[in-house]
């Protein structure tokens, strides 16, 4: 056959083999088969060597065309497969910015740890540290040292779960307290705020729980008074319910301070005219306090006749409960979301 008709086919084979040719090792197997050191074209090198001498230049260029184009056909098609690999890429990996973003859900404190830190942000403020203690407690630190010995009749106050004769979930965090004076040694003055955990065997309903919060302060130093107690009651009723309230302080007992009060705010709903809110009294009662019993300075190491001291104690539930008129104490521990969500 005429060699260029040889050579014609050759391209044409090559043209429609690359319509099925998609990625570059289809075509690197293509090139191979022409260009290749045992390709089409080295066989036409071979080949020429048998042609009489006069026909081996015309041969020899009709060949050297057909290699460069066949080289620049498939040179040409490598780069459509590229453009098109790197555009087919660029379709996988688009980004719609047209579409709406996903909404990551944003997480908030818990009602009770919003309280917590609202109380603490105020007596930190007025110069407090804030103290923690275990939840487990020695009898000794719970109700002994804080002026209960065993079987004194105020312990019923306070149903207990005992772990042992000795060892209970604490009660309160008046234990922390203790700690404290012990740790200071009967020297230096002390002014702490004690949140935490407590638990009393209670049945759960509307209004109890086996466990809640509370929230104590201790002041222990030189010339400190009932003035004193009635001033830092004063700003956090004021810091809790408003800047208009009033407090009130009514005679009470606890074993641990001497004398004793129970604090009422004024009714915040009513302005103390009288409410169903405060059962018509104009106030309502938010926490105990007290000056610390000197059986709890003897106790601790602290010189009585030098130092005196205050605590007040208020349950994190109650003043939730009363600021953000929550009906059930249940509310705070069963994790309804409906129910949390509502504090963000
Ligand atoms: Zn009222």
Known sequence: ?????????????????????????????????????????AEWMTAMKNLPNEEKPRFGQAVNEAKNQINDLLEAFRTQIEDRMVSDKLAKEALDVSLPGRVFPIGAKHLMNQVVEEVEDLFVGMGYTVKEGPEIEQDLYN????????SHPARDMQDTFYITEELLLRTHTSPVQIRTLLENGGKKPIKIICP????????????HSHQFMQVEALVVD????????KGT????AR??????????LRPSYFPFTEPSVEVDVSCYKCNGKGCPMCKNTGWIEILGAGMINNAVLDATGYDKTKYQGFALGVGVERLAILKYGIDDIRAFYTNDLRFNRQFK
């Open 1 to 41: 056959m005429e060699i260029q008709t040889q050579l014609k086919q050759a391209l044409q084979e090559i043209q429609e083999a690359l319509l099925g040719v998609s990625t570059p090792n289809e075509l690197a197997d293509l090139k191979a088969k022409y260009l290749g050191k045992k390709g089409i074209v």
């Open 143 to 150: 109700f002994e040292m804080l002026n209960l010995p065993k």
């Open 196 to 207: 935490g955990k407590v638990y009393r065997r209670d049945e759960d309903d509307m209004t």
């Open 222 to 229: 030189e010339n400190v008074t009932l003035a004193d107690l």
């Open 233 to 236: 009651l004063l700003m956090l």
């Open 239 to 248: 810091k809790m319910f408003g800047e208009d309230r009033q407090i009130r």
